[in-house]
């Protein structure tokens, strides 16, 4: 008891005035933390604990007999109860998926949603202890895991919708956690499936655990607790020193995009460069599904820095080299659509010096025009995306006016390619006369303007467009 204690008071698990989601299937290790959350309640000022049951349906009779036990242990200490009947096996068929992933999926999204019924300051508290910990970890070395995945469980960590998840049995064994259970006459169910090699985790606990202890190592699970500490620092500081590179690389970053600098990433050792961009993912949209072969490539790409070039992840995310930065982008970025306004207003030059200020402090974007030399153009300005044979006026070296393609224009100035469709342009007829480059968010691009119908000293009256956008 005191070592759950000091294990939930070390990491800062639960806080005063806490509410508990607590899952409860009826076994030992959920009994246990049932258990002693309610004698450390008062002590820790929690708030109140619903325990929430999932019926997997995967054993009939049996599953019905633990769902009335933890249903009548939640009622002996006048706690919340709510079960969830789930079948387990035609989901995991339906998504192509096994009966422990399906089972997962169901708890974890089961807990979110009560959790939000609940509201504020709610923690979901899991049952996971040291022993599968150490099952966990190996695990993952079978199957290829980073050194991070070498980390194992936390003790806390975030839910989908953003509640925390906590594990206050993660330095107790399953000894120490029976032992309470008999103590304390609680008569947990046993789910007979835990006894047979019939999953993945089954198999490690029953037979590859038992086997290295007896011919390798008998202190195996100690050893493999011992590591995941041991990878838990050096990925706690990893993630810091993560942190402060990407800020320094980083560009813009807006919902869905994240742009970072091309030169400080290629000086950025590959290990933390690669953290840099799954940093950048995650910001995007995309944690899970990311495997060593995507941010190889990724890294690649970076290291050559050849423009144009793409480096493809799951479900449609994408890093792409683009002159001097490296763009991050989700699947959905700049497909929403943008609403925009077009204010077209004269006035006379002293009128127009005197709207600067206010056009300088607000967040609308702005141009002006000799409204004169504009009107022979024959066609009022409108604001667009680029078409085919679109142009610009530019003043040549010897001072005349010359033509030039918006395409060569983009070019040019380095505008990156996923942009060029999107960005948005002020337009009479096939002449642009304003591209508002400011909404690149890069201080190194400024609004590019046309030279046919630019203000002078002779302009006696001036055209100004204000640009006004928003998502919708």
């Known amino acids: 008891m005191e070592k759950i204690r000091k294990t939930i008071i070390q990491n800062n698990l639960i806080e005063k005035g806490d509410y508990i989601i607590l899952g409860l299937s009826g076994g030992p290790d959920s009994v246990c933390l049932f258990f002693v959350l309610q004698q450390l309640s008062e002590e820790l000022g929690l708030r109140g604990i619903t325990c929430v049951h999932i019926n997997h349906m995967l054993r009939p009779g049996e599953a019905e007999k633990d769902q009335h036990y933890c249903e009548e242990l939640s009622k002996a200490y006048g706690v919340g109860f709510e ?91 399953r000894t120490e956690i029976e032992q309470i259970c008999a103590d304390n006459n609680l008569n947990p169910r046993i789910d007979m499936t835990n006894l047979q090699p019939v999953y993945t985790r089954n198999k490690i606990r029953l037979e590859l655990l038992p086997y290295i202890a007896q011919n390798f190592n008998s202190g195996i699970l100690e050893s493999l607790l011992r590591l995941a500490a041991s990878a838990t620092e050096d990925k706690d500081f990893m993630s810091v020193s993560a942190k402060a590179a990407y800020d320094d690389a980083l560009k813009t970053e807006s919902p869905g995009r994240v742009e970072l600098s091309l030169e400080s990433l290629q000086a950025e050792h590959p290990a933390l460069r690669k953290r840099i961009l799954m940093r950048a993912l995650a910001i995007c949209g995309l944690e899970k599904d990311i495997e060593r072969v995507h941010i190889n490539a990724a890294d690649e790409l970076i290291k050559k820095g050849i423009t144009g070039k793409t480096a493809e992840f799951p479900r449609g995310f994408n890093i792409s080299v683009s002159y001097d930065s490296v763009i991050v982008t989700s699947p959905d970025q700049g497909k929403k659509q943008m609403e925009v306004s077009l204010k077209t207003t004269h006035m006379t030059p002293a009128e127009y010096e005197a709207e600067l200020h206010r056009l300088k402090a607000s967040k609308v974007e702005y141009a002006a025009f000799d409204a004169i030399k504009l009107s022979g153009a024959g066609v009022e300005p409108n604001i667009r995306t680029r078409r085919g044979g679109d142009w610009i006026a530019v003043r040549k070296p010897d001072g005349s006016i010359g033509r030039k393609k918006i395409q060569d224009l983009f070019t040019d100035m380095k505008i990156p390619r996923e942009m060029r469709e999107e960005l948005l342009l002020a337009a009479v007829g096939s002449e642009i006369i304003y591209i508002p480059l400011d909404n690149i968010k890069s201080s190194k691009i400024r609004g590019k303007y046309t030279v046919s119908y630019e203000i002078n000293d002779e302009t006696k009256e001036i055209v100004l467009l204000e640009i006004s956008r928003g998502l919708c």
């Open 83 to 173: 079960a969830v009947k789930f079948d387990c096996e035609a989901y995991a068929e339906a998504n192509k998926i096994t009966c422990e992933e399906a089972g997962r999926k169901k708890r974890y999204e089961t807990f979110d949603d009560i959790a939000c019924k609940i509201g504020e300051n709610v923690k979901i508290a899991v049952a996971h202890n040291s022993d599968d910990q150490a099952e966990t970890l190996l695990f993952r070395i079978m199957r290829g895991t980073s050194t991070d995945g070498l980390a194992g469980m936390e003790y806390k960590r975030k839910s989908n919708k953003g509640f925390d998840i906590i594990r206050p049995l993660l330095d107790t064994t």
